[in-house]
T-cell receptor, first 110, second 112 residues
Framework: DAGITQSPRHKVTETGTPVTLRCHQT?????MYWYRQDPGHGLRLIHY???????DKGEVSDGYSVSRSKTEDFLLTLESATSSQTSVYFC?????????FGPGTRLTVL | QKEVEQDPGPLSVPEGAIVSLNCTYS??????FMWYRQYSRKGPELLMY????GNKEDGRFTAQVDKSSKYISLFIRDSQPSDSATYLC????????????FGQGTRLTINP
């Protein structure tokens, strides 16, 4: 599993509240990614990081921000959650020219 | 038009059958091709990875890439009920900071 954990694994929140999801890795990987998975869309890239404090946007970054203050942690924040952000969120790391994924966080915004 | 197209299925076959899963892509600049398997309520796990046209085999799995047609396939031989999962193709341009583009995923069921 490439040493990736995600927390929380499940969360239910209300529209308008801030939410932060955490991705933690134990093997000092440089590149980290956040994806969301929705029916009919596969996985779509939200943001990625190529080092501490180095991040960039992906395909569906609107409404999300990220931070990476330590190599091992990559945080995804929904500043004001909306129902359209109900999804399963996956963190990934790059290893040997491909990516390995965490177990996912299931987020429901009511 | 989506950059990567994949038939979402569902696909249901009897145990022991040969399964063919396919994706097409639109950007000829894509260089790296992957197949992931995802069990229900789990994260995707890497099955196969290749960057050249032709076939790559790993046990019962064969990944095939045809860059001239912009078409990739995954074949599963002697399919087992444990192969029942969603299969996702993923494609990217570069190494390093890879921005993977995924197909929708094909839901596969192998019937005993």
């Amino acid at each position: 599993d490439a040493g990736i954990t995600q927390s929380p694994r499940h969360k239910v929140t209300e529209t308008g509240t801030p939410v932060t999801l955490r991705c933690h890795q134990t093997e000092n990987h440089r590149y980290m990614y956040w994806y969301r998975q929705d029916p009919g869309h596969g996985l779509r890239l939200i943001h990625y990081s190529y080092g501490v404090k180095d991040t960039d946007k992906g395909e569906v970054s609107d409404g999300y921000s990220v931070s990476r203050s330590k190599t091992e942690d990559f945080l995804l924040t929904l500043e004001s959650a909306t129902s359209s952000q109900t999804s399963v969120y996956f963190c990934a790391i790059s290893l040997q020219d491909t990516q390995y994924f965490g177990p996912g966080t299931r987020l429901t915004v009511l | 038009q989506k950059e990567v197209e994949q038939d979402p299925g569902p696909l249901s076959v009897p145990e022991g059958a040969i399964v063919s899963l396919n994706c097409t892509y639109s950007n000829s600049a894509f260089q790296y091709f992957m197949w992931y398997r995802q069990y229900s309520r789990k994260g995707p796990e890497l099955l196969m990875y290749t960057y050249s046209s032709g076939n790559k085999e790993d046990g019962r799995f064969t990944a095939q890439v045809d860059k001239s047609s912009k078409y990739i396939s995954l074949f599963i031989r002697d399919s087992q009920p444990s192969d029942s999962a969603t299969y996702l193709c993923a494609i990217t341009l570069i190494q390093g900071a890879q921005k993977l583009v995924f197909g929708q995923g094909t839901r596969l069921t192998i019937n005993p």
